[in-house]
């Protein structure tokens, strides 16, 4: 808890060392609030701008426990902040893959709602994936179906996939 305080604080080099130490306790075998750990460090990482170790952890953190969302969803947050599509996508589709949702206390309620379906259909909207990126816009919108900047992401998404068709269409081959 005190790693975690220390990231709230913004106090990214104690919230390091701290978790780093509880991640070296004998007793501190428990995979989920390892992984939850690790996302902090990660976390942290990234607040720095050390993005190498910053992935380094998320890494990490989904070998501790794989059969969890929240270290894909987090770690695709991070991708997203700097514009790294493929590695949104890719953790975003390996956190949708997971359907049984733990009874762990430390699941994050972002893993479970539209936030990963937002982000696939952002990172397949950048890599050119439309039919995938209006799929998933439309799946978030399930979720939030008042939610206007999933509405207007919608209408960016099909404005997109409407003029690719056009351009496909009225190109003489």
């Known amino acids: ?3 975690r305080e220390y990231m709230y604080g913004h106090k990214w080099d104690e919230c390091i060392r701290t978790l780093l130490t509880y991640l070296r306790l ?3 075998h428990w ?3 390892r992984s939850a ?9 990234q607040e720095k701008k050390n993005y190498k170790w910053a992935y ?3 890494f990490k953190a ?5 059969e969890m969302r929240d270290a894909y969803i987090e770690f695709a947050r991070a991708a997203y902040q700097l ?3 493929p590695t949104v996508y890719y953790m975003s589709i390996s956190a949708l893959k997971i359907t049984d949702k733990s009874s762990s206390f430390v699941n994050m309620g972002y893993a479970w709602d539209n936030t990963p379906y937002d982000l696939l259909a952002i990172s397949c909207y950048y890599l050119d994936m439309m039919d995938v990126s209006e799929a998933s816009i439309r799946r978030a919108l399930e979720f939030e179906p008042e939610n206007n900047r999933l509405k ?4 960016l998404i099909l404005e997109k996939k409407k003029t690719f068709f056009d351009k496909k269409n009225n190109n003489p081959a």
Do not use: S, T
Request: proline fraction near 6%; glycine fraction near 6%; aromatic fraction near 16%.
């Open 152 to 155: 207007n992401n919608l209408m």
């Open 1 to 3: 808890y005190l790693g």
């Open 37 to 45: 750990a690790m996302r902090l460090i990660a976390q942290a990482y």
């Open 62 to 66: 989904i070998g501790e426990c794989p």
């Open 83 to 85: 514009a790294d599509w």
């Open 31 to 33: 995979k989920e609030e």
């Open 26 to 28: 004998p007793n501190a």
């Open 56 to 58: 380094q952890w998320y």
